[in-house]
């Protein structure tokens, strides 16, 4: 049995269903199968334990897709058309030390600085100062992280080009812990900053995951951290209704086995059941690097050891999800509740808390609880029946424990102890984490998230692979598979957490869609405006090039957009951006002019001259 679709997407995780979703819009007949009963992978709400409790699994605060023009312009009507609503909490993030005492960020800057001035007044105005430099660095970055990058080395040369991207580098290449050193003299303050970044499971001290504290501070307060209305999931139910909108599909309990191919292209799937569905356009897949080689054939040897070499988180998450009679309450008091991220600290003291990383690396369930935590429905009175509440506990945790204590022992065996002692550690903040007011428990261990997603959540990296600069930009995860395409196979297009920008929910099958809509031909930016392209007539690649001056490298690629010539005294100023992101300036003295022309000779400079009144554009 074997049926036919334009485009067919193997995985409806909230990447894939971005992706989807543009091409629906632009009049593809586009296919979703999804393995599990249910859409969303890591984004997604369910009632785990009681009904009426809505927990979020994985994901549960959304960050950096308040940048992506897919919200910010509405691109796909999840706002307008399709009942996706977020709340911004006024309070994104909040540490909780051991004497209950608190620090907050507030989306409030001056707000923010007043609390840590009231423990150093020099961090206090070395942070104002720094999320000034984050917004303004902010302004570069952002448009770079829902397009295709860049390749790694192209991007390093343009930053090394400006003070801005200089600055962008040496953070790209320094380790957290050194950046906040250099930086903080209070340990609260750098504790508290660096529980933050770390949430993107790294640890403070690793080489090359510096970023996160340039940009943290002015992505929290420019654009704010929310949640959806409703829980994570509901961000999901708002792609699968513009999908279907457009007449799109998406099929669960269908399992992918095998991506089909022919000639070197991709034509189609084959579920685990024997039915094939064919692509005449292009398939999708949410298929991490370490088991390419179980789906796909053909790919140069290569290729397949550098995917299956790419490297994951050094640890994962415990989660518990409790359903609550009563909202949680704080020790630390009421506004600590209001949170959007709230860090459950074992220690104000940072070598403890950096001695804890390091255990937890070694495969040791920490004594020191590394956690988080906070009950969500506080600000959002729909996850759960009136009056009740839910908490919603995070500990790091090792995939493999090496532990002495349960040596030996499988993640399913000992998940309720080691939950225990979780909760032994929550409860020294939730004044009524108690067994009088907990109706239900349920523990989810790294083990779980892998067998959850097992082509996106290796080992129990939510986040795909780790984020490393060696693996960013187009070199995550690998250098050929960073432009979202499988070297050997036309046609075939990666989206999930493990490819650019990274893990977490950035609306990145966005970025999916443009390599897509560049090379099937068609205007990615008129369809994100409102056009359509219907079947069998869709624009020519040619014909929907952007205007204006632009350089393109062999495999077709934008490497510069000029936007503006200017003389300034006696050379040519030329202005635009690189690979439609950085921001790059050239000049042309007279000297260079003079080679140029060399270097044309008359017979190239007759070409030049004629160049403007020829047709096409194909040698």
Known sequence: MSSQYDIVAMGAGHNGLTAAAYLAKAGKKVLVL????????????????????????????????????????DEL?????????????????????????????????????EGFARISQKDADTYRSFVKVSQQVLQMFMPGLYAPPPPLGELVAMLDRSDEGRLMLDFMNRDCLDLVNQRYESDRIKIHLLRLVSENLQCPNELGTGMGVLLMPGIIHTYGVSQPIGGSGKLTESLVRCLTSHGGEVRCDAEVAKILTRDGRAVGVQLTDGEQIMARDAVIGAIHPHVIRKFVDDVPEPVMRRAEQATLAPFSIMVSHYALKENARFYAGEEVGYATMLELMATDRLDEMMADFDDLKRGLITERRLSAGGDESISDKTRVPPGAGLFHGITFAPYTIKDKRWAGRHWDDIKEEIGDLSMEHYRKFVSNLTSDNILARTIVTPADHERSSPNSMMRGDLHGVAPYFYQSAGHRPTPDLGQFTVPGVDRLYLAGPFQHPGGGVYGAGRATAIKMFEQLGMDFSSVSAGSRQDLGTPANVDAVRKKGLILRGAANEELMHVESLKRRGNELIIKGKSFGTMPLEARLDADSARAGLKLLGLKQLSFLASLPFRKGNKP
Request: with cysteine; net charge negative.
């Open 77 to 113: 009507g999840l706002i307008s058309q399709h009942g996706l609503e977020y709340s911004y909490s006024p309070i994104p993030h909040a540490t909780i030390f051991p004497d209950q005492t608190a620090l907050f960020t507030y989306k409030d800057l001056d707000k923010t600085c």
């Open 34 to 73: 999804e393995r599990k009963s249910y859409p969303g992978g890591g984004v997604s709400t369910r009632q785990l334990n009681i009904p009426g409790y809505w927990h979020d699994e994985h994901s549960s605060v959304h960050i950096m897709i308040q940048g992506n023009p897919m919200l910010r312009q």
